[in-house]
């Protein structure tokens, strides 16, 4: 599993940590003259309200998790949670921190939002009152910068396993694809290289491939074998020159094209039924007929002498 998107979660999650504290202990402070009174409590909880940055609800919990004010938002009362148990919820089976305050993991809301809660302990002294907690939308937090470097490295992801159970009691039956795949691979690699093709997905088994260009990246254009076995399908697509920002350079894409021809012809029981290229992401995806799929680098796809290709039996001294 790729720990990168867990790192850059860690990172978000101490920064809201560090932005929310302070305010939410300062809070849970003001909460206790007011202890045990639920109109008192509404009052502290909506004066503070504005100096919780990004909350959608506060609200304060004895020390068993029952909720003893009612829920405050922005610019109303939300009465119906007055006596809650919140005891079974996510954030209230998660321990506190001995400091007294917790950021909980992300989790999904009764209402079915992702969401997340922030508890402080109220203390008198030495004797804990209970919680004030924040309740918090994803959609209202600010968020990190956009990953766009994950891991190329080869992950291999398992499939169906009734799939796997019956795939020696399979052969690759040859489509109209298969018929023309030399011409409809030199189609593909100019629609990639001088065409602005930046990402498509090469359906061997149903003889289909759908692609996004550049020009219109929001929408998907279909081929059927028909269209991939004429050159004239090139003529409705400007061309484009390749884009700067690309990890993959254009005179790799035929070679990765004769690599996905050569795995589709390969074997009668093990084949490839699908298959992607990503100029941007730099990456091949690639499913077999075992309904296993990988993920690699187009450098790492192109290495003959890499896992990849051994474990596929190949042998580059041969």
Known sequence: ???????????????????????????????????????????????????????????????????????????????????????????????????????????????????????????????????????????DLPTGEVMRDASRAWRQIKGDPSIRGALFLQNRVDGPMDDNIDQIMAILQDLITERGMFHVVIHFSSSVATGWFVSDPFRYRIFDHEALSDPDICLLYRTQLWPADAETQPEAIGPILNAMRELRLLDRNIYLRSATINIFNGMVSLTFSCDGTHYLSCSEFLDRRGDFWSSMGYDANE
């Open 1 to 139: 599993m790729d720990m990168k998107w867990k790192d850059a979660v860690h990172h978000q999650r101490a920064a809201l940590a560090q932005l929310l504290h302070e305010p939410v202990a300062r809070l849970a402070g003001f909460c206790v003259r007011a202890w045990g009174n639920r109109l008192q409590l509404d009052d502290v909880l909506a004066a503070g309200f504005v100096g919780i940055p990004h909350a959608t609800y506060l609200y304060a919990l004895d020390d068993q998790g029952v909720q003893i004010s009612d829920n405050v938002a922005a610019r109303c009362l939300v009465p119906d949670h007055f006596g809650r148990d919140r005891s079974s919820r996510p954030y209230m089976r998660e321990p506190v921190p001995p400091w007294g305050f917790l950021l909980s993991d992300a989790y999904v809301s009764q209402s079915g939002r992702p969401s997340l809660t922030a508890l402080h302990v109220v203390r008198d002294g030495d004797v804990m009152l209970g919680y004030l907690g924040a309740d918090f939308d994803l959609r």
